[in-house]
């Protein structure tokens, strides 16, 4: 079943969804080469709690830590190390925040210093459909509208390859709530939008084949060929009819001090 919120409802999750947007930020002035996922990810629980917030991921069905890391061919799910990142990396951090009842869930890919203009150019692709789809979430509209979308422009036009088994979703009291968001997908298909729905809308691309497999850990999701991948994501409600962005990458992008891509 479809939870639609109020206009109350959406600004609690917002309040949540802020909270990660500012706990990625404070990571983004911290990730270069020699950091380890693990310092990251114990400043992320600290801010996170600093700001009365409590971390979403941390014990969500046993999961280890605050923050998912994915470095390099890592999709998703990746759990912190105390591995330390090296030049030409890229990592994925996703961080969810339960702030007065409702949750808050959003990613972004770093580079770790100078990164090959492929891989840039992976990043700055699978942002834009990003916001390709955000720009479909409108009343009336369907959920495959978003999917297509996204895979249209990352799959189709830059020959990228679109993540099956991981997808989107709605948010709110539960961090995982219908419906699901795939983002590959038909035209007119799908849920209809409505008024008070909200999503997280979070494109997974890969460098090569849209084919993935889990390591030994349980969590870990990485790509089949080896090959980098690219996560970004927002948290998104329907308001008078229209896509409402309730993240924002504004803090990354201060703490970097540029937008890369």
């Not at 206009?7 to 950091?35: C, N």
């Not at 972004?108 to 955000?134: D, H, Q």
Request: net charge negative; charged share 25%; aromatic share 8%.
């Amino acid at each position: 079943m479809i939870y639609y919120k109020s206009k109350a409802e959406i600004e609690l999750i917002r309040e949540s969804s802020q909270l990660v947007s500012k706990t990625l930020g404070m990571l983004a002035a911290e990730i270069k080469p020699g950091v380890t996922s693990l310092y990251l990810d114990n400043l992320a629980e600290t801010f996170i709690r600093d700001h009365q917030g409590e971390p979403g991921f941390l014990g969500y069905n046993d999961y280890p830590n605050t923050l998912c890391t994915s470095v390099n061919e890592q999709v998703v799910h990746g759990i912190p190390s105390d591995k330390p990142l090296q030049e030409g990396d890229i990592i994925s951090i996703d961080c969810g925040v339960k702030k007065n009842g409702y949750f808050g869930d959003h990613a972004y890919t770093f580079t770790v210093g100078e990164v090959a203009p492929e891989i840039l150019k992976l990043l700055k692709v699978t942002k834009e459909s990003l916001y390709l789809g955000i720009e479909q979430a409108v009343k009336g509209n369907r959920i495959g509208d978003i999917s297509f979308a996204i895979q249209y422009h990352t799959e189709k036009l830059n020959g990228y390859g679109v993540v099956r088994e991981l997808v989107g979703h709605g948010l709110g009291k539960n961090l995982h709530e219908a419906p699901e968001l795939p983002n590959y997908g038909k035209r007119g298909r799908g849920p209809v939008i409505k008024e008070g729905l909200a999503l997280a809308i979070e494109p997974m691309i890969n460098l090569g084949t849209h084919r993935v497999k889990q390591l030994r850990d349980g969590w870990t999701i990485v790509t089949q060929d080896g090959r980098p991948s690219a996560h970004f994501e927002h948290n998104v409600a329907v308001v008078d009819g229209k896509p409402e962005i309730l993240s924002t990458f504004k803090y990354i992008e201060e703490a970097l001090e540029v937008v890369l891509y």
